[in-house]
């Protein structure tokens, strides 16, 4: 397979349990993303976001890749002697389904298996949580051809690391593997390869038993919350589950009956049962 894999074809998805597998699927380029794949992964995220039967949405590569960043010859060769518009196009394609990420309605969690690099820490931070093979690499690598690390590179580095550790990645141009991405915060954890599909299984499973309204509530709340003053992010927090309220009154009203009134679970160690809920 080389270029002429279909635009279609640069993402793959299946949906299983609740869970939609979604894939960068462009393994003979270790897939990197070319505007095709980024226009077709937003689609895909589009046509996922509201499916009923998709409650977690994990995010992984086809290969030996998670993927190896932007495409260095369809998105910024080609797209370069398009003039400045063909340059705002690609990125406001691959900056857009980034964005969506960031604020999806599902949780999400990236499987990290293989290579990440460069424009890769844009979707590695839109996921809500990040688990990945401890043999993994990830890396800034654009200083290495020549460029900075932009596409939102550098704010997720200084969003997730210390700025030691931001700084010595985004200058040096190393790689580190999933076990130090794990501990300098890049990721949740690391595992050894063949046991993270079932790791990022659990977690996901365990997602679906939480009601949706209070995860989507949650994660929204975290991000926000991350550049608010704790003046404004106690009032953002008021509001935020007012909010939540009112699209779901049901739920939070059986989650306290179960433990005040049936004592049937505990909130401090774990979920109340969702299918007792009136709908
Ligand atoms: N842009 C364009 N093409 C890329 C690419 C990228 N980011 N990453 C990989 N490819 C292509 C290679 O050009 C090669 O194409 P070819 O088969 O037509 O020659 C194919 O994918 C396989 O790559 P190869 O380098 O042979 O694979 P590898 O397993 O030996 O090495 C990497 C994997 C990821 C270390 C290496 O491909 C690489 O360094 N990629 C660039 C990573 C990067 O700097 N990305 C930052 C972009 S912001």
């Given amino acids: 397979m080389t270029s002429e894999r279909s635009e279609e074809d640069t993402v793959a998805f299946d949906v299983v349990d609740g869970i939609a597998w ?47 960043g932007m495409d260095l010859k369809e998105y910024f060769r080609e797209t370069e002697v398009l003039g400045l518009g063909g340059t705002r196009q690609a990125q406001s394609e691959s900056y857009g389904w980034w964005r969506r990420l960031r604020w999806y309605q599902k949780p999400t969690i990236a499987m990290v298996n293989g290579w990440c690099f460069g ?29 900075l690390p932009g596409g939102g590179a550098t704010k997720v580095a200084t ?76 009032d953002y927090l008021i509001r935020a589950q007012e909010a939540a309220n009112f699209f779901d009154n049901t739920g939070r009203k059986e989650g306290i009956k179960q433990f005040i009134d049936d004592k049937t679970y505990k909130p401090g160690l774990g979920a109340y049962d969702k299918s007792k809920q009136e709908k």
């Fill in 119 to 147: 424009g890769g820490y844009g979707p590695l931070h839109s996921c809500d949580l990040a688990f990945a093979a401890e043999d993994a690499q990830f890396g800034l690598s654009e200083i290495n051809w020549g460029i």
């Fill in 22 to 68: 979604v894939k960068f699927n462009r393994p003979e380029k270790r897939n990197c993303m070319s505007p095709k794949l980024n226009r077709q992964m937003m689609r895909v995220l589009h046509e996922l976001e509201f499916r009923d039967d998709v409650g977690v949405l994990v995010l992984t590569g086809e290969g030996t890749a998670w993927t190896a």
């Fill in 159 to 234: 969003n997730l690391l210390n700025m030691r550790n931001a700084m010595y990645h985004a200058m040096m141009g190393e790689n580190i593997d999933g076990t130090t991405a794990a501990e300098w915060g890049l990721i949740n954890e690391a595992i050894p390869a063949d046991k993270l599909k079932e790791r990022v299984t659990a977690v996901a499973k365990v997602l679906l038993e939480k009601n949706p309204i209070a995860l989507k509530a949650t994660k929204d709340a975290v991000r926000r919350v991350m550049e608010m003053t704790y003046d404004n992010a106690e």
